[in-house]
Nanobody, 126 residues
């Protein structure tokens, strides 16, 4: 089992920044590919960004490219999502997810991931 815990959400004005963290425990962090998803009220969970087990490959939704940066620190069992130039449409609960790196998956499909955190709320005011 892998346990994931997000932190860093909050309320920010449009154009501002937030830094989300996902702390992992339970299994060797470097064995897992990681991702961020988000879900706004009344909407489906949507892909935000993903990162390979060693950080060598990153993937972003078109809606966040150029504004968000995903990274990981395997020595500290942590993944980070730096969010800049936030927009009201970024308002959502943000979740980190993990899947064993041996699996070949579609990184933007939430059902591919086996482990999820409880989420952290991001609210962007206009």
């Amino acid at each position: 089992q892998v346990q994931l815990a997000e932190s860093g959400g909050g309320l920010v004005q449009a154009g501002g920044s937030l830094r989300l963290s996902c702390a992992a425990s339970g299994r060797p962090f470097s064995n897992y590919a990681m991702a961020w998803f988000r879900q706004a009220p009344g909407k489906d969970r949507e892909f935000v960004a993903a990162i390979s087990w060693n950080g060598g490959s990153t993937y972003y939704a078109d809606s966040v490219k150029g504004r968000f940066t995903i990274s990981r620190d395997n020595a500290r069992n942590r993944m980070v999502l730096q969010m800049n130039n936030l927009k009201p449409e970024d308002t959502a609960a943000h979740y980190c997810a993990a899947v064993h790196s041996s699996r070949r998956i579609r990184v933007d499909i939430s059902s591919e991931y086996d482990y999820w955190g409880q989420g952290t709320q991001v609210t962007v005011s206009s």
